[in-house]
């Protein structure tokens, strides 16, 4: 009977496919069963050896297992460096509209909104009325600024949400983002909600009569001391653990790693020494 480590990463396999196989999720929370394909491959070597002690684990199964790991780290490898580039993205992203904001000149004038009412008449004859809003370039670009703002922000707060339980540093990561509710009346003041996850929307008709009416009030609430501030807080923290975010290999899939180790690099030459597993477990462990 040939053994293999199909079960544990077959070639088109990816780590998030593996991870999920075996009780865990990359993106998403763990399970408390973690049982491994390399656990399978001893527990099936234990089964063979109870009805023969004759069963020996050949050249061609030593290559194959040294394969199914390799391709489990490059699975991994690739799996982290997708995080690492769409963590970059977002926090860049994030980083760009608070600086946008803080630049922001939030006194525009009195007469930056204008609202006029216009009337349609249909084809019966019957007349509706509606009210129209302009406004002035400037507070057009404060409120995209604001804008923007929100939904960067809340790119952040789902990106450390759908990985939240990967690793306690992303948790910690996904509560931080997610506490912006103690401030919440106050953004609401001015036009921007607050959800329980930590996500925000923004009223825009609100935002602009803000600006308008009380643009120190909108400076203050979103400016350096305020969501602007606060978010490149978070950024700054997240920015500093930006390589001890992504779970590391033995993280995930714990002590039966280290086994197939056995059979890579050096480890491998030395093992063609020995065709019992017997024996290999007696020079190794």
Do not use: C
Not at 28 to 41: D, E, P, R, V, W
Not at 74 to 101: Q, R
Not at 238 to 260: H, I, W, Y
């Amino acid at each position: 009977m040939a053994m293999t480590v199909s079960s544990m990463a077959q070639s088109n396999y990816s780590l998030y496919q593996f991870a999920q196989n075996n009780g865990m999720s990359l993106f998403g929370n763990n399970s408390t069963n973690k049982t491994s394909g390399i656990a399978n491959l001893w527990n099936n070597y234990s089964n063979s050896q109870s009805s023969s002690n004759s069963y020996n684990l050949n050249a061609t199964d030593v290559y194959g297992i040294r394969q199914g790991v390799a391709e489990l780290l490059s699975s991994y490898n690739g799996a982290k460096n997708e995080f690492k580039e769409e963590f970059s993205s977002t926090m860049d992203g994030l980083s760009k509209a608070i600086k946008d904001v803080k630049s922001t000149n939030f006194k525009v004038g009195e007469d930056a909104l204008k609202k006029t009412d216009v009337t349609t008449t249909d084809k019966d004859g019957k007349t509706t009325t509606s009210t129209k809003t302009e406004m002035s370039k400037d507070l057009q670009t404060a409120v995209d600024n604001v804008k923007n703002l929100v939904s960067s922000y809340n790119d952040a707060v789902g990106f450390f949400q759908d990985n939240a339980g990967m690793s306690k540093r992303l948790d910690r990561m996904n509560e931080l983002f997610a506490d912006t509710t103690y401030r919440a009346s106050n953004y609401q003041s001015i036009g921007i909600s607050v959800a329980k996850d930590g996500s925000m929307a923004v009223d825009e008709d609100k935002l602009a009569n803000a600006i308008v009416s009380n643009p120190d009030k909108v400076s203050r609430i979103l400016g350096n001391d305020g969501l602007a501030g606060k978010a490149q807080s978070h950024v700054n923290v997240a920015n500093s653990q930006r390589e001890q975010l992504f779970p590391s290999v033995n993280s995930l899939f714990g002590d039966e790693l280290k086994t197939a180790q056995v059979y890579t690099g050096s480890g491998l030459l030395r093992m063609n020494s020995y065709a019992n597993v017997g024996n290999l477990f007696n020079m190794y462990f």
